[in-house]
């Protein structure tokens, strides 16, 4: 997994030769611990927009980098150098003082349902903050369950007429089921390391860029 802004850099120029349309980052500290300060998110934004300068870059605000919300926020609030857009997970404490930060500061949000709680908790209030489109991210371990959650996140959603842009993606073993059903059915995808480490042949994954590559083939089967 690469952590320095430069190694990140350079897998990121792999991923949208390989045909990635946006990229997802986070950054690293120099013990190579993920971090929200802001010298070292603004040092992998700059890396990566030296060599992708048109792609939209997204960059996590996961709760588990920094379980305290009130820490999280005072971190997100120093950023200097901003992402183009940010994911919001629904049902982490402090989510809603992020979004409203940052969208007063022009980065543009991403919904992400990693349950149905969570589309639940989405769906009855989708105009909370001005959304982009939604990530659906089920975490079932068990394909069936993963593609179950799926539909009815999609469902939840259609019922309150969510029409955004849907995104879907899996984690582990469901995660190239996810996508196969999500394409299916009209859906955009997400494809990386961090969802998963192997390819559909069952072969482990060499970087993002053999990663995104195979996703176009399940694109291209459409």
Known sequence: MPRTPDEIADDAAAAVLAGATS??????????????????????????????????????TFAEIEPDPRARLRAISEWTELPDLIPVNLGES????????????????????????????????????????????????RVEDALGESLEIERLLA?????????????????????????HRGHGIRIGLEDVYRLPSGEVAPGNAELVRAEADVLGGR
Do not use: Y
């Open 94 to 141: 402090g989510v809603d003082d992020i979004a409203a930060l940052l969208a007063r500061r022009g980065v543009g949000l991403e919904a992400c349902l990693l349950s149905v709680d969570a589309a639940r908790e989405f769906a009855a209030r989708p105009s909370a903050h001005p959304w982009r489109r939604v990530f659906v991210e089920p975490v079932a371990e």
């Open 23 to 60: 990229i997802h980052l986070h950054a690293f500290d120099d013990d190579g611990r993920e971090t929200f300060e802001a010298r070292h998110v603004a040092a992998t934004l700059r890396a990566v927009r030296r060599v992708a300068p048109t792609v939209p870059l997204n960059m996590t």
């Open 159 to 183: 019922e309150v007429g969510v029409g955004l842009e849907q995104v879907h993606h899996g984690a582990g073993p469901t995660a190239w089921a996810v996508l196969e059903s999500a394409v």
